[in-house]
């Protein structure tokens, strides 16, 4: 049987860290947070996004203080995710899972609406089984979204032969909890350091990420 990929879009698949920090930077001024860099942004960040905000505040935001920051971040990140492209390789890499037999799909918090037009864009939509984009309230977790997107796939997936490919702890803790197996990548919101107490393989590139996902579907086929 074949083992199948459920990619994590951005900070995975789409290289959007730039984007995504200026954005935050732009949100965290409505508020009067002070601006962080890269290093610091990633050592903090943390899904779901209002407890990040609270780590920062030292309170959970206000209704009226979260409505300012997601707009903030959202109107920023639409402006300068523009700029931004997909990690290296990423084409290459779909397309030689694809060769190998297996198969793929694309989860994303990123808004659907927003998400599928910019796949296609990319020329990607064709390698995936499904995509996916958040269809409620920003600021959730995975687990959620993770759980009904393998169920639209049915009988297409096995999750026990299913591997999530993120950025963010949360991606991992969402693939556990389906009874999937999870990879994190160190490219995205955040560090080796904050990614490895998960338990989960940490890979510096997405091709590591593939080579570990493929491993996998010999050990099961084997």
Not at 111 to 135: I, M, N
Request: charged share 20%; net charge negative.
């Amino acid at each position: 049987m074949r083992t199948h990929i459920v990619w994590d879009w951005n900070g995975t698949l789409f290289h959007d860290m730039d984007a995504v920090l200026a954005a935050s930077n732009a949100a965290f001024a409505t508020i009067g947070v002070e601006p962080m860099t890269l290093q610091q942004y990633r050592e903090q960040y943390e899904i779901p996004i209002p407890r990040f905000y609270e780590r920062l505040l030292g309170r959970m935001p206000s209704t009226e203080e979260w409505l300012k920051l997601d707009d903030a971040f959202h109107d920023r990140y639409v402006e300068l995710s523009r700029a931004c492209g997909l990690t290296e390789g990423v084409p290459e890499l779909l397309a030689a899972w694809r060769a190998a037999g297996h198969s793929q799909s694309l989860l994303s918090m990123y808004e659907h609406e927003k998400l599928v037009p910019l796949v296609d864009a990319f020329g990607l939509t064709g390698s995936f089984l499904r995509v996916d984009g958040r269809s409620g309230p920003s600021g959730g977790q995975k687990a959620q979204q993770l759980a009904r997107h393998l169920a639209e796939l049915g009988e297409l997936v096995d999750p026990a032969r299913t591997v999530l490919i993120g950025d963010a702890a949360d991606d991992a803790l969402a693939a556990l909890q389906a009874g999937a197996h999870a990879v994190l990548y160190t490219g995205g919101s955040h560090t080796r350091e904050k990614l490895e107490p998960v338990g989960v393989p940490v890979v510096d590139s997405l091709a590591e990420a593939v080579e570990l996902a493929g491993q996998l579907a010999g050990r099961l086929t084997g």
